[in-house]
């Protein structure tokens, strides 16, 4: 326990990875959602899923929330003593745990839509590109 700086540097390197996955992951969806290069839904009950990116778009934001607390309380932790550090490093550890998590809920979200829109592309008669005809 006496490394706390070195392991706390890199569990924050770590979270910024995970931050990083995060901003690209939120680029992607929003690209779906503006792009008109692939197959969209014309029905309305079709169309509901893509309320999954509300929910998914959130998680991604916590965990780039939680990523930015975690580098304070890493640069905390670099300017305190020994005692208050190893505190510091169980924070460090609880919000690094919760920004893994949310990202994995975010995936989730978009996994969803993604299953319920091959569904969509494989069952249905009915599309149209996305292109004014």
């Known amino acids: 326990m006496s490394d706390i700086p070195s392991i706390l540097k890199q569990v924050m390197e770590n979270s910024s990875q995970l931050s990083g996955w995060a901003l690209v992951i939120g680029g992607g969806t929003v690209a779906v959602i503006v792009s008109t290069s692939y197959r969209r839904p014309d029905s309305l009950l079709w169309r509901l899923p893509y309320l999954l990116f509300i929910p998914g778009w959130m998680c991604l934001g916590y965990s780039l929330y939680l990523g930015n607390n975690l580098v304070g309380k890493y640069l905390a932790s670099i300017?305190?003593?020994?005692?208050?550090?190893?505190?510091i490093?169980?924070?460090?550890?609880?919000?690094?745990?919760?920004?893994?998590?949310?990202?994995?809920?975010?995936?989730?979200?978009?996994?969803?839509?993604?299953?319920?829109?091959?569904?969509?592309?494989?069952?249905?008669?009915?599309?149209?590109?996305?292109?004014?005809?």
């Open 79 to 87: 300017m305190v003593e020994q005692k208050q550090a190893a505190v």
């Open 89 to 133: 490093a169980s924070q460090v550890n609880d919000i690094y745990a919760t920004q893994h998590s949310y990202l994995l809920y975010s995936l989730e979200f978009f996994g969803l839509w993604l299953l319920i829109y091959m569904l969509f592309w494989i069952f249905s008669e009915s599309f149209h590109t996305g292109q004014n005809t």
